[in-house]
């Protein structure tokens, strides 16, 4: 089970919960009967990969479920019948200090347990983040907090890098995860229109058309889930 996750709110986590968890049902196939072999699991309450699943609707490769309050049935993901791989996606705004009992987005008590659930269960963590050095602390502190301490495997992502910016901030960004964390995978997601057009056009990166810019939007995906297919847990 592979947590997208990071502190930081728009970085990209739901775009690649989605989309990895495309690519990686297309590769991997479906179970005899047609039942993907492939869970995306959403603990945001916000629900933007629901609304995203929802509008692709059948067409979706993979299995979606949204359990933001399924403590229960988080704790008995690993063990849905036939599925070989899970993507979760989790809010940008949790709170995620350990010793900070006063984080409590959801009103009820539950979002650090549905947290921990999820940590509890996980075999390795992605987490995005933008090509801006300036923005990488709370990434930071992420790694530092919930991740390191787990000592779960986990790999940061460069998203949404628009080369038409040139290279002098995916280059910084580069050196400073280097320095500070080590875990940097080789694998950059560019920004691609079409990927902030998906969700409200009812699409994953597995359905784009086949032309030569959304065919290099999916490769940027399909070359990530390889990357952590391979090295995943030896991180
Ligand atoms: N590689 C990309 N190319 C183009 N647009 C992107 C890319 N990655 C993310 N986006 C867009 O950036 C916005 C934020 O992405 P996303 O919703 O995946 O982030 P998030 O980390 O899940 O945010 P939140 O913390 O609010 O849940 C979305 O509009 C999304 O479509
Ligand atoms: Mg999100």
């Not at 509890?120 to 709370?138: H, M, Q, R, T």
């Not at 490769?219 to 990357?227: G, S």
Request: proline share 6%.
């Amino acid at each position: 089970m592979h947590v997208v996750l990071n502190q930081k709110g728009g970085v990209g986590k739901s775009t690649l919960t989605v989309n990895l968890a495309a690519v990686t049902a297309e590769a991997i196939g479906t179970q005899p009967d047609g039942t993907p072999s492939v869970l995306a699991v959403s603990v945001d309450p916000q629900g933007s990969t629901s609304w995203w699943a929802d509008r692709v609707g059948d067409e979706l490769p993979f299995l979606f479920t949204q359990a933001h309050k399924d403590l229960d049935g988080l704790n008995r993901l690993s063990k849905v019948k036939g599925v070989r791989h899970i993507f979760v996606d989790t809010p940008g705004w949790l709170d995620l200090s350990e010793d900070d009992s006063s984080a409590d987005p959801l009103g009820d008590g539950r979002a650090a347990e549905i947290l921990r659930a999820v940590l509890d269960n996980a075999d390795s963590v992605i987490l995005p983040i933008e090509p801006e050095p300036l923005g990488f602390k709370p990434t930071l502190r992420t790694i530092k907090r919930v991740v390191e301490p787990r000592k779960l495997p986990y790999t940061v992502v460069i998203n949404n890098w628009d080369p038409r910016d040139g290279d002098v901030d995916l280059k910084q960004t580069q050196e400073f995860v280097e320095k500070s964390c080590g875990h940097l995978a080789r694998t950059v997601i560019r920004h691609y229109k079409l990927h902030a057009r998906a969700s409200a056009e009812g699409v994953v990166v597995t359905q784009y058309p086949a032309n030569r810019v959304a065919l290099q939007g999916r490769q940027d995906f399909d070359k990530l889930a390889l990357e952590i297919a391979l090295n995943g847990a030896s991180q």
